[in-house]
């Protein structure tokens, strides 16, 4: 077992970088995101942002 944190980093956790995150019965797995889900993330909060100012009259 290592004792610094040099393995998430060779698992691809880089500081920053974005995660799903899945929950099964007896465990949970962290998976780094790729570009493409990145890109779907923010496409989506964008979306999101614009949606919640429609509704509120702005448009």
Known sequence: MR???DWLKEAGFDT???V???ISEGGIVLM???DEV???R???YKVKQ???GDESGDA
């Open 3 to 5: 004792r610094t944190g």
């Open 42 to 44: 923010e496409d989506l």
């Open 20 to 22: 799903t995150l899945k």
């Open 50 to 52: 614009e949606v919640r």
């Open 32 to 34: 780094a995101d790729t």
């Open 38 to 40: 990145r890109e779907l």
């Open 16 to 18: 920053g970088t974005s």
